[in-house]
């Protein structure tokens, strides 16, 4: 049968059975994708274990995959391998199961500094913005990733009515992993996304997105969270991403004293071995941990 057929097969099953995002199904579509291509095959009869390998082989040595983009190759073409002889279009073993995967490298989350996320904050509030509900709301995006540790997708799918300003709750519907979660709000944010809505409300956006367009009454898109910080970006001379955000969450968080477990739940991790990795991040949770060496009245 015709690859592209069984991709689009797949994809169809992965979405409405499986519930996988927009995200993961890109990546299922690349993957088997740039295989056919690698091994110029068009059917699945033509698949086999030596040109799976050779695929491996030629990501590792001649486009330098790093460990992960060779696991994300390896875990896309084995769930659809896996789903072609489930569904009887593959008559042969898995051809991925025998191929070696490499070790994860295990680096340290990057992060922003205390000092630097406050500066942060003051450079979108005090930029030069055409219009107020700009800067409120700019710096309502940006207080709401530093507070809240959201990942992107999650801020702009966030609906008005997720977010309990009265209650001091932010609920997430449906984030990674499709699950749901409730992060706890600050009254510093509290008081930052009130003078957001006031300016909401002024220009009477009525969308059901949290986070709006100042020119259409829609939600915010994904391209306008991009061009906001690479504006900032610039204007900050900080080098960081949203996902950095969400790592100098993690870390303040527990510098602060949140206990791990806390922090796991308001971070979405389905693992709380995930969050461990943050306390080995944190250089003053560590020094603080030290001072509790018994030894140290001496």
């Known amino acids: 049968m015709d690859m592209r057929i069984l991709c689009q097969k797949f994809c169809d099953y992965s979405i409405s059975i499986r519930g996988y995002s927009k995200n993961t199904i890109r990546r299922y579509k690349h993957s088997i994708s740039f295989y056919c291509a690698f091994a110029k095959i068009n059917t699945i009869e033509e698949v086999s274990e030596e040109n799976v390998r050779a695929l491996f082989y030629y990501g590792r040595a001649k486009r330098n995959w790093t460990s992960n983009t060779f696991l994300c190759y390896h875990k896309s073409l084995l769930v659809?391998?896996?789903?072609?002889?489930?569904?009887?279009?593959?008559?042969?073993?898995?051809?991925?199961?025998?191929?070696?995967k490499p070790r994860l490298e295990k680096k340290l989350p990057t992060k922003l500094t205390k000092q630097n996320t406050l500066r942060l904050l003051e450079i979108v509030y005090n930029y030069p913005w055409a219009y107020k509900f700009l800067r409120y709301r700019n710096h309502a995006i940006f207080a709401t990733y530093i507070f809240c540790g959201l990942r992107k997708q999650e801020l702009l799918k966030l609906k008005y009515t997720d977010v309990d300003i009265e209650n001091l709750s932010v609920f997430i519907k449906q984030g990674k992993g499709n699950k749901d979660r409730v992060v706890p709000m600050s009254p510093?944010?509290?008081?930052?996304?009130?003078?957001?809505?006031?300016?909401?409300?002024?220009?009477?956006?009525?969308?059901?997105?949290?986070?709006?367009?100042?020119?259409?009454?829609?939600?915010?898109?994904?391209?306008?969270?991009?061009?906001?910080?690479?504006?900032?970006?610039?204007?900050?001379?900080?080098?960081?991403?949203?996902?950095?955000?969400?790592?100098?969450?993690?870390?303040?968080?527990?510098?602060?004293?949140?206990?791990?477990?806390?922090l796991s739940r308001m971070m979405g991790h389905t693992n709380i071995g995930t969050t461990t990795i943050y306390l080995y991040a944190s250089a003053e949770h560590l020094r603080s941990q030290m001072g509790k060496h018994p030894l140290n009245d001496i």
Not at 87 to 100: A, R, S, T
Not at 197 to 217: A, G, M, V, Y
Request: with cysteine; aromatic share 10%; glycine share 6%.
């Open 188 to 262: 510093t944010l509290a008081l930052i996304l009130t003078k957001y809505l006031d300016e909401r409300i002024r220009l009477k956006k009525t969308c059901p997105e949290f986070f709006t367009s100042l020119n259409h009454n829609m939600g915010l898109t994904d391209t306008g969270v991009r061009n906001l910080v690479d504006k900032i970006r610039k204007a900050s001379g900080m080098n960081f991403t949203i996902h950095k955000l969400r790592h100098t969450f993690a870390t303040l968080l527990l510098e602060g004293g949140c206990d791990i477990y806390s």
């Open 80 to 100: 659809f391998f896996r789903w072609c002889i489930n569904e009887g279009f593959m008559k042969q073993k898995n051809p991925i199961l025998d191929i070696e």
